[in-house]
């Protein structure tokens, strides 16, 4: 359902007045960072369409065609229309006949060539308890530990297979393929179908790297751009649907950088104490103290990953706010933002300015997203931070980016 998306209203006018004003491709990218919201709505997305009338209802199609039915203006109407559907409860449910799923997968045992429909009872699951994850936490919902996934040429031609198959019950066929990215070569297999798809076929790609696609298939996709969430959207929904504190709320969705996954790891680990770690890092970089920066880094390696990278994020957010508040300081709204920022926050933008201008706060940024992207890629965490701490010693203290 649309509503079950946090945010995104735009977005979700834009994708009912496609299907009202009948300007649908056959071939949808929804495109947007991890946390976003993009799998959810191509979810609801391809829910609603499966319900729309078929040819024998109503002589009518989705794709440029004349419309003889009036469809619903707004995705509130859309979410009251599909309840009344005959076939709603399977479309929720995730059992419609017509609406097809493919996504990463590994083998359950070696020699093995698997679909996503091995994967499906788990694959309902997750999307139910977590349409905001990553294609990571997928992976490890499924026991992938340290395997890759992939969507592989056998599962193209079971894709090719299914599509050419009559609908059942929507009198339209519908593939969700998630993260596209990890299609590879075996993607093109897909081309001819997606250019020339049987009748009242619709493919919907959801993915995050428009620049990990396959070029071929990129430019036979219409792009539906799904943008970051904003703090608003995000706080509220941490309110309602995991029952934060507004306080807490609001602190959690300013740091999530628009996602709604990242909000609910930073509420995972909300009782760690990055706030006086952090000070005890950037202290021992400052005044150039060798034994107290290994203390630390031996620390910080000791984390685990997903917990560096919410340091790390969290390390961005309190200069991008020590930014903000630099840019504004002396001004009423300087006093406003203040005012809104939690003691920790406060304290830690204003020790920040003292010893950093912008531009040094924008390189150290940099290189705590560096960080970031690297840790996510099994780097080395003890080499990471020791590299890092040599880099944000020179950013301080000589106003230069060094190469370690």
């Not at 049987?198 to 539906?224: K, W």
């Not at 709604?260 to 930073?266: G, P, Q, S, T, V």
Request: net charge negative; glycine share 6%; with cysteine.
């Amino acid at each position: 359902m649309f509503r079950d998306v946090i945010g995104q209203s735009e977005v979700k006018q834009h994708l009912v007045e496609m299907v009202a004003q009948n300007r649908l491709s056959h071939a949808l990218l929804f495109l947007g960072k991890e946390g976003g919201g993009a799998l959810p709505l191509a979810l609801a997305f391809a829910q609603y369409v499966s319900l729309l009338p078929t040819k024998d209802a109503a002589p009518s199609g989705l794709f440029g065609e004349p419309l003889e039915v009036r469809l619903p203006a707004t995705a509130a109407a859309a979410d009251a229309w599909m309840e009344a559907q005959p076939s709603f409860a399977k479309a929720q449910g995730m059992v419609h006949p017509d609406i097809h799923y493919s996504y990463p997968v590994i083998p359950r045992k070696s020699g093995d060539k698997p679909l996503s429909t091995d994967y499906i009872t788990e694959w309902r699951e997750f999307t139910g308890q977590l349409p905001y994850g990553s294609v990571y936490d997928w992976l490890q919902f499924i026991g992938a530990e340290n395997k890759q996934g992939n969507i592989t040429a056998h599962e193209c031609n079971e894709i090719i297979r299914k599509l050419n198959l009559k609908s059942f019950e929507s009198g339209y066929k519908i593939l969700v393929l998630w993260m596209p990215e990890y299609l590879g070569k075996e993607g093109n297999k897909l081309l001819k179908l997606i250019e020339e798809p049987p009748a009242d076929t619709l493919f919907i790609l959801v993915a995050e790297n428009e620049g990990a696609i396959l070029n071929t298939i990129l430019s036979r996709c219409q792009l539906v751009k799904v943008p970051a969430l904003e703090a608003a959207a995000i706080e509220e929904a941490l309110r309602t649907r995991a029952s934060v504190a507004p306080e807490q709320a609001r602190q959690l969705a300013n740091t999530a950088d628009g996602s709604y996954r990242e909000a609910l790891h930073l509420l995972q680990h909300a009782d760690e104490d990055f706030g006086s770690l952090l000070k005890e890092w950037l202290g021992a970089t400052i005044r150039y103290l060798p034994a107290a920066q290994l203390k630390v880094i031996e620390e910080l390696a000791r984390l685990g990953r997903e917990k560096q990278k919410q340091l790390l994020r969290y390390f961005t957010h309190l200069i991008e706010q020590a930014l903000r508040l630099e840019v504004l300081q002396g001004s009423p709204a300087g006093d406003v933002l203040l005012q809104s920022f939690s003691a920790t926050e406060a304290d830690f933008a204003q020790r920040l300015n003292k010893v950093m201008d912008a531009a040094q706060k924008e390189a150290a940024a940099a290189e705590l997203d560096a960080a970031a992207y690297h840790i996510e890629r099994n780097a080395n965490a003890k080499i990471l931070f020791h590299a890092l701490t040599i880099k944000l010693f020179h950013i301080i203290k000589h106003r230069v980016v060094v190469s370690v």
